[in-house]
């Protein structure tokens, strides 16, 4: 049964620090990985999307690296700001499941104080 | 850019009432999705939906759950008797198949 686990918990950083959120997966046959952000009783707001092919995927200030092997991917912000504060999630689909659902890991509070 | 709408936003029902869900995907996305989210808690997948029928479910989707595409747009979530353990923020996705799935705002059900 895959699971999936992020590391640390809860961040604060000052503003202007880079810092790297965790995931880890127990099952490598994942199809793809994707983190999410989840602010405050709100949705979740698709960041990147990496398939299980690909080894990196930066959006902006974002970077997301995937290792399958080691069932591990992690998130790196750059230039962190006080608009970033919010809750990290990393969910993965599993292999040859076009469509499949998504198992979410616990997410990474993330507080930016300026 | 689309987006998948929720409604409504807040939900406040008492115990054993039906509620319906309501969502409104991505026009040219082929699987629909509920999740799931108690306070504090993972996102749990609860079912999905693809060529009208229900492709895969979850131990949590039980016979007091329910799901429709009642007009080629809407996609509903139904729960025929609600448990003071149902209430959560529960979220409707959608995408395409090969990309990233696209999440609405959620829905917050309260069971009084």
């Known amino acids: 049964k895959q699971e999936v686990t992020q590391i640390p918990a809860a961040l604060s950083v000052p503003e202007g620090e880079n810092l790297v959120l965790n995931c880890s997966f127990t099952?490598?046959?994942?199809?793809?990985l994707q983190w999410f952000r989840q602010d405050p009783g709100k949705g979740l707001t698709s960041l990147l999307l990496?398939?299980?092919?690909?080894r990196e995927q930066t959006s902006g200030r974002l970077n997301a690296s995937l290792d399958k092997s080691s069932g591990r991917s992690t998130l790196y912000i750059a230039a962190s700001q006080p608009g970033d504060s919010a809750t990290y999630l990393c969910a993965v689909s599993l292999r040859g499941n076009q469509g499949g659902k998504l198992i979410f890991g616990q997410g990474t509070e993330l507080s930016v104080k300026p | 850019e689309p987006e998948v709408t929720q409604t409504p936003s807040h939900q406040v029902t008492q115990m054993g009432q039906e509620v319906i869900l309501r969502c409104v995907p991505i026009?040219?996305?082929?699987?629909f999705y509920w999740y799931r989210q108690i306070l504090g808690q993972k996102v749990e997948f609860l079912v999905s939906?693809?060529?009208?029928?229900?492709?895969?479910k979850s131990e949590i989707f039980d016979d007091q759950f329910s799901v429709e595409r009642p007009d080629g747009s809407n996609f509903t979530l139904k729960i025929r008797s609600t448990k003071l353990e149902d209430s959560a923020m529960y979220f409707c996705a959608s995408t395409a198949g090969y990309y990233e799935q696209y999440f609405g705002p959620g829905t917050r059900l309260t069971v009084t």
């Open positions: 990496i398939q299980s092919s690909q």
């Open positions: 026009s040219n996305h082929l699987y």
């Open positions: 099952d490598s046959a994942i199809y793809n």
């Open positions: 939906f693809y060529n009208n029928e229900i492709s895969e």
